[in-house]
T-cell receptor
Framework: GEDVEQSLFLSVREGDSSVINCTYT??????LYWYKQEPGAGLQLLTY?????DMKQDQRLTVLLNKKDKHLSLRIADTQTGDSAIYFC???????????FGKGTSLLVTP | GAVVSQHPSWVICKSGTSVKIECRSL??????MFWYRQFPKQSLMLMAT?????????EQGVEKDKFLINHASLTLSTLTVTSAHPEDSSFYIC????????????FGQGTRLTVV
């Protein structure tokens, strides 16, 4: 399928905000997701946003969606060292449960 | 949330042998299960969609005779890598959905396959 694009690497200091950006491809995707993967582990769903929403906030996480530009971002407030991981954005394929993933953004949080 | 369990978590096998990976939905019935493969430092790529009681639908470029998928019950799907080669070494992960108006499919913890 077509590519979901993400920046590959982000480094932030502990306590700062992190913003991870993603460009997706399917304008008909019903849901857009952010997953977290720690080394050697499976996927943890962080949050998702329905395609008719512009923003969703969930504790330290804020998702912004620009449907016109097919741009999705994840902001992590007060980033902690435990947030260091790979973050994947994903779009639903044909509005179903199969997902098309980006390559992942490796977030490194330094003390 | 719903729990999906994969077994084994990791496996090492010799070239030419076959390996079976199980994906179980522990507390719900999964109408559909999905199998993904993740190469090191790469994204997850959908391999196939598995529907209970019918043949799996494979994505373009995925060999159905090499990656056999069986979805014999609403709580279990298996992926068998036949005649494994070192290039099949990868992280295989499944997800399952309840088939209702839910917002997500639930992922297993993944299986790390190393073929030597």
């Amino acid at each position: 399928g077509e590519d979901v694009e993400q920046s590959l690497f982000l480094s932030v200091r502990e306590g700062d905000s992190s913003v991870i950006n993603c460009t997706y491809t399917d304008s008909s995707s019903t849901y857009l997701y952010w997953y977290k993967q720690e080394p050697g582990a499976g996927l943890q769903l962080l949050t998702y946003i329905f395609s008719n929403m512009d923003m969703k906030q969930d504790q330290r996480l804020t998702v912004l969606l620009n449907k016109k530009d097919k741009h999705l971002s994840l902001r992590i407030a007060d980033t902690q060292t435990g947030d260091s991981a790979i973050y994947f954005c994903a779009e639903s394929i044909n509005s179903g449960y199969a997902l098309n993933f980006g390559k992942g953004t490796s977030l490194l949080v330094t003390p | 949330g719903a729990v999906v369990s994969q077994h084994p978590s990791w496996v090492i096998c010799k070239s030419g042998t076959s390996v079976k990976i199980e994906c179980r939905s522990l507390d719900f019935q999964a109408t559909t299960m999905f199998w993904y493969r993740q190469f090191p430092k790469q994204s997850l790529m959908l391999m196939a969609t598995s529907n209970e009681g019918s043949k799996a639908t494979y994505e373009q470029g995925v060999e159905k005779d090499k990656f056999l998928i069986n979805h014999a019950s609403l709580t279990l799907s298996t992926l068998t890598v036949t005649s494994a080669h070192p290039e099949d070494s990868s992280f295989y992960i499944c997800s399952a959905d309840e088939g209702q108006q839910n917002t997500e499919a639930f992922f297993g913890q993944g299986t790390r396959l190393t073929v030597v």
